[in-house]
């Protein structure tokens, strides 16, 4: 890949390409073999050890290749671990259940949204301003799919919360 197609505009140094790819190594290498340790994983907390990694030495001191920075550990955030729990691995784990008719993964990965704490996105607060009270990951996902579904398409008469709102 070339040079210049890397865009760094607008993001925080710990959100470089780099830094995430530096990361991504370290959890493939760390976690061999990685599909099994999460499909195996029986709590929410096993699989958030999985992704506690960080990124090899040389990033402590650097951003960006060849230039250095001030040291600081490059690993992810208990935050940015649950967003990819929750829209990266939890998803992977329903659909990985339904394919294979296990339906105990599917329980268990509906179980795991409703022991992670709320997204805190542009959806949540939207809801959230209009009194809508939610308090796990499996309520803000339903809640991104009625956004989707209804409110985008401006179906709001078909929608049981879009209905309540509008009065």
């Known amino acids: 890949m070339q040079a210049h197609l890397w865009k760094y505009l607008r993001l925080r140094p710990s959100n470089f390409p780099c830094i995430r790819i530096a990361q991504f190594a370290a959890l493939l290498s ?11 994983a029986e709590t929410v ?7 506690k990694i960080s990124a090899s030495s040389y990033w402590k001191t650097h951003y960006l290749f060849d230039k250095e920075s001030s040291p600081k550990p490059k690993k992810l955030s ?3 671990i649950d967003l990819l729990l929750v829209n990266v691995v939890i998803p992977f784990l329903f659909l990985y259940g339904k394919q294979r008719n296990k339906e105990d993964m599917v329980d268990l990965s509906i179980a795991f949204l409703e022991q992670i704490e709320a997204e805190n996105n542009s959806i949540s607060k939207g809801f959230k301003a209009e009194g809508v009270a939610f308090s796990t990951a499996f309520q803000t996902q339903a809640l991104t799919q009625l956004k989707s579904n209804y409110c985008d398409q401006k179906r709001c008469l078909n929608c049981t919360l879009g209905i309540y709102l509008l009065r």
Not at 30 to 40: G, R, Y
Not at 45 to 51: G, L, T
Request: charged fraction near 35%.
């Open 45 to 51: 907390e096993q699989i958030r050890n999985i992704f």
């Open 30 to 40: 760390k976690n061999q073999p990685l599909f099994s340790k999460i499909v195996e």
């Open 78 to 80: 208990q935050e940015r």
